[in-house]
Every structure is written in C-alpha cells, then in structure tokens.
T-cell receptor, first 113, second 113 residues
Framework: QKEVEQDPGPLSVPEGAIVSLNCTYS??????FMWYRQYSRKGPELLMY????GNKEDGRFTAQVDKSSKYISLFIRDSQPSDSATYLC?????????????FGKGTKLSVKP | DVKVTQSSRYLVKRTGEKVFLECVQD?????MFWYRQDPGLGLRLIYF???????EKGDIPEGYSVSREKKERFSLILESASTNQTSMYLC????????????FGDGTRLSIL
C-alpha cells in the first residue's frame, strides 16, 4: 500500500459547486497535513497546513483531518473558475529524512463557468 | 514571501549533452530539493540537500547529480541527457524543521531531443 493515495480525477464541476478533494494515508503516526494548489505551467503553492484531527477554515477552503480513518479532505465552497488547478496533498515523511514530504499524485479540478 | 527562482522556464537540449538546471532561493532556507513531475507519476524526488556541500539521494537519482556550493543555490546536473529525462523539473526549499512546508519554483520544462 502506498503511503499517500489520491484520486487523480479529473474532476469537473459547475461554478458555485462544493468540491471535495480527498487523500488517504497509511501511517497512523502522521500528524501534519498540507494541501498544495498547482496551476498549469506553475509550481505548487501551499494552500492549507493542518495539524492532527479536526477542521481548519480559510475563506472558501476547509481542510479536514480524520485520523481514525486516515483520511484528509479539502473542501472548496462556492467554487470559481479560478479554482481550476491540480490539488496535491502532502505529508511530512516521519521516520524518513528531515524535511521530506510525501505527495499524493494530485487531483485535477476544472470549474466550468 | 519566499521566492524560489529557477533559471529557465523552458529548455531544449540534445541527447548526450550535459545539462545544468539552476535554482536560487532568497529566504535563507537550509533544505533544498529537486523533483521531476510527469503525468500520472506525480512528483518524484531526485536529490535533496540539508546544507551547503551536503546532498542526499532521493527516489530516482540515476542519471542526475547535484551541487550546492552556496546556501541559496542548488543545481541539478544531467550528466548525459537522454530522452527519458524529458520532464518538468521543480526546485523547492524549506526550513530545517521536520514539519516545514516546502516552497516551489515555477519549474523548468526540459525537452531532450
């Protein structure tokens, strides 16, 4: 089983929809979780950074962690065409080298006007 | 804001050439990373460095080497370019703590003909 798994999509939604993006992970020791957004022909940029279980909200974005299920989610409310991008989850590689992150393969989202 | 600058956005080289990709960060980060990103394969770590003159192999180091002579600069070298090294190359940097997010440059799209 891979350490971090993410459905690659693509996911297409109409403008204004609520989007749910998800990752599963295998190591119960993971405590920190990140979401990156990557626009076409650009590098990934950090979108959300959460610790342990629960929710974190930032504007239209909510990151949710369910440690019992080893499942993390990113919700986008009132989605906009400008949200069209690839979203990657990332988790610090505990037990591995300092500073390394394990990335999901990314989910490509398209928001149609 | 952290700025990670990659020297070229697009590069075309021929098989057998020695290719240099340069990356500079302006936030005094200890850690620097080189990834390649391919459709369906996600981000794969090539090499990383914790400090000047230090380097560690990532998941796919074959055919690559790196150089870190100054803290702010991390170079990726393709010793003898091959067509299977055609890819998007991304550089990232982070602080030295285990749970720090990485900050990415905008990538170099390298084509080997």
């Amino acid at each position: 089983q891979k350490e971090v798994e993410q459905d690659p999509g693509p996911l297409s939604v109409p403008e204004g929809a609520i989007v749910s993006l998800n990752c599963t992970y295998s190591n119960s020791a993971f405590q920190y979780f990140m979401w990156y957004r990557q626009y076409s022909r650009k590098g990934p940029e950090l979108l959300m950074y959460t610790y342990s279980s629960g929710n974190k909200e930032d504007g239209r974005f909510t990151a949710q962690v369910d440690k019992s299920s080893k499942y993390i989610s990113l919700f986008i409310r009132d989605s906009q065409p400008s949200d069209s991008a690839t979203y990657l989850c990332a988790i610090p590689n505990y037990g591995g080298s300092q500073g390394n992150l394990i990335f999901g393969k990314g989910t490509k989202l398209s928001v149609k006007p | 804001d952290v700025k990670v600058t990659q020297s070229s956005r697009y590069l075309v080289k021929r098989t057998g050439e020695k290719v240099f990709l340069e990356c500079v960060q302006d936030m005094d980060h200890e850690n620097m990373f080189w990834y390649r990103q391919d459709p369906g394969l996600g981000l794969r770590l090539i090499y990383f460095s914790y400090d000047v003159k230090m380097k560690e192999k990532g998941d796919i180091p074959e055919g690559y080497s790196v150089s870190r002579e100054k803290k702010e600069r991390f170079s990726l070298i393709l010793e003898s370019a091959s067509t299977n090294q055609t890819s998007m190359y991304l550089c990232a940097s982070s602080l030295s703590d285990t749970y720090q997010p990485q900050h990415f440059g905008d990538g170099t799209r390298l084509s080997i003909l």
